[in-house]
T-cell receptor, first 113, second 114 residues
Framework: AQSVTQLGSHVSVSEGALVLLRCNYSSSVPPYLFWYVQYPNQGLQLLLKYTTGATLVKGINGFEAEFKKSETSFHLTKPSAHMSDAAEYFCAVSPYNFNKFYFGSGTKLNVKP | NAGVTQTPKFQVLKTGQSMTLQCAQDMNHEYMSWYRQDPGMGLRLIHYSVGAGITDQGEVPNGYNVSRSTTEDFPLRLLSAAPSQTSVYFC?????????????FGQGTRLTVV
C-alpha cells in the first residue's frame, strides 16, 4: 500500500522568504515521487518528479525537492517566495509503472507582500 | 495542442439522476484515470485504465462506472447521483513508463448534486 502525508494544510510566508512544504510517504516498494501545483480553478501542473538518479530534483519556477529514503520524505523548497507562487501544492506517489497516483491532502501556500 | 479535455466544466444534478463526464486526450497516451478532489482530502483515484478495453478500480469506485473503448476517450458515468458525489472531478492521462510518469490533467468538472 502507498500513502502520502503532507504536514500543514496551510502555509503562509512573506515574499522573499524560504518556502518549505513537507511531504512524507509510505510505500512497500521504492516509489516514484511528484509535486504538482494547482492554481485557482485550474487543473494540476507538474512541478518536478523523482524517478531514479540524483536525489535532489530541480523543477520549474525555482522549486526543488530532495528524496530522502531514510526519512521517507520528499520536501519541496524554494529559496525566495514570489507572490505568483500562491497556489495549492500536492505531493504524489506512483508505483513503478505509473498507472496511477496517490496524492496527499494538499498544502495551500499563501505569500504575503 | 488540446491535451486533456473535460466536458462539461460545471454541472448540477438532482439526486438520483445519471450523467456521463467526458474526457478526451489527443496525446496517444496509454494510461488514463479519474480523480475526485474534495477539500482537505487531496485527489482520490476513482478508476483508471492502462489501455483500450482495460479498466480497474481505484480508491473510491463506488457509484461510478467507466469504459475505455478507444485510446482517446475515458468517460466516467454516475449511475444514480448522490449528494456525497458533489466534488470536482479531474481526468488525467500519461504515457506510463515511456514518459517517466508525468500525468497531464484536464481543467476539471465541478459537479453539484442537490
Amino acid at each position: 500500500a502507498q500513502s502520502v502525508t503532507q504536514l500543514g494544510s496551510h502555509v503562509s510566508v512573506s515574499e522573499g522568504a524560504l518556502v518549505l512544504l513537507r511531504c512524507n510517504y509510505s510505500s512497500s516498494v521504492p516509489p516514484y515521487l511528484f509535486w504538482y501545483v494547482q492554481y485557482p480553478n485550474q487543473g494540476l501542473q507538474l512541478l518536478l518528479k523523482y524517478t531514479t538518479g540524483a536525489t535532489l530534483v530541480k523543477g520549474i519556477n525555482g522549486f526543488e525537492a530532495e528524496f530522502k529514503k531514510s526519512e521517507t520524505s520528499f520536501h519541496l523548497t524554494k529559496p525566495s517566495a514570489h507572490m505568483s507562487d500562491a497556489a495549492e501544492y500536492f505531493c504524489a506517489v506512483s508505483p513503478y509503472n505509473f498507472n496511477k497516483f496517490y496524492f496527499g491532502s494538499g498544502t495551500k501556500l499563501n505569500v504575503k507582500p | 495542442n488540446a491535451g486533456v479535455t473535460q466536458t462539461p466544466k460545471f454541472q448540477v444534478l438532482k439526486t438520483g439522476q445519471s450523467m456521463t463526464l467526458q474526457c478526451a486526450q489527443d496525446m496517444n497516451h496509454e494510461y488514463m484515470s479519474w480523480y475526485r478532489q474534495d477539500p482537505g482530502m487531496g485527489l482520490r483515484l476513482i478508476h483508471y485504465s492502462v489501455g483500450a478495453g482495460i479498466t480497474d478500480q481505484g480508491e473510491v469506485p463506488n457509484g461510478y462506472n467507466v469504459s475505455r473503448s478507444t485510446t482517446e476517450d475515458f468517460p466516467l458515468r454516475l449511475l444514480s447521483a448522490a449528494p456525497s458525489q458533489t466534488s470536482v472531478y479531474f481526468c488525467a492521462s500519461s504515457l506510463g513508463q515511456g514518459s517517466l510518469g508525468e500525468a497531464f490533467f484536464g481543467q476539471g468538472t465541478r459537479l453539484t448534486v442537490v
